[in-house]
T-cell receptor
């Protein structure tokens, strides 16, 4: 079975500052890792994903994440926060061939001017 | 392309009433999921279908909940009778396969916000 832990239910940054959202996973087999974003009153949408190959993955809106097997981590970063980045971010893990994603509890990103 | 379509977007009902939520997945996607989201419990997987067949319904909270997928383009989630603790946002999501394997990449609808008074 796999699991995900997101550190911090809320993260606050100033506009223009670095965004770092932390995610650690547990999986007995090589994982597929995902970050999803949820804007208010909307469904989740895929931000980026890691399956195999390059461990640094780039996604939409300037976000990227790095798969670190030794640390079992998949932290999400963005060099410079924008007000429009304010949303809830979910890390998720799955295994190839299996449909079920296991989601973390989410981290709310707050961006102040 | 149309995304996952859910209806209704908002439903307010009284305790004891039947509630039916509907979902049209993205054409060509083989897997369909129903999730429930609340502040207290976050995102919970209720049930998922593969090729219209229910694969895992272990997340369905009680016998009051039932889900069907009569064809590849339609699914329903029914609550009968509804209770106040069922108040939540219910999401439907669909997922494509790649080389016959599920990718784990989900496409979510905008959700149905249910309030049971």
């Amino acid at each position: 079975a796999q699991s995900v832990t997101q550190l911090g239910s809320h993260v606050s940054v100033s506009e223009g500052a670095l965004v770092l959202l932390r995610c650690n996973y547990s999986s007995s087999v090589p994982p597929y890792l995902f970050w999803y974003v949820q804007y208010p009153n909307q469904g989740l949408q895929l931000l980026l994903k890691y399956t195999t190959g390059a461990t640094l993955v780039k996604g939409i809106n300037g976000f990227e994440a790095e798969f670190k097997k030794s640390e079992t981590s998949f932290h999400l970063t963005k060099p410079s926060a924008h007000m429009s980045d304010a949303a809830e971010y979910f890390c998720a893990v799955s295994v190839l061939g299996y449909s079920t994603l296991t989601f973390g509890k989410g981290t709310m990103l707050l961006v102040s001017p | 392309d149309a995304g996952v379509i859910q209806s209704p977007r908002h439903e307010v009902t009284e305790m004891g009433q039947e509630v039916t939520l509907r979902c049209k997945p993205i054409s060509g996607h083989n897997s369909l999921f129903w999730y429930r989201q609340t502040m207290m419990r976050g995102l919970e997987l209720l049930i998922y279908f593969n090729n219209n067949v229910p694969i895992d319904d272990s997340g369905m909270p009680e016998d009051r909940f039932s889900a069907k997928m009569p064809n590849a383009s339609f699914s329903t989630l029914k609550i009968q009778p509804s209770e106040p603790r069922d108040s939540a946002v219910y999401f439907c999501a669909s997922s494509p396969t790649s080389g016959g394997l599920n990718t784990g990449e989900l496409f979510f609808g905008e959700g149905s916000r249910l309030t049971v008074l």
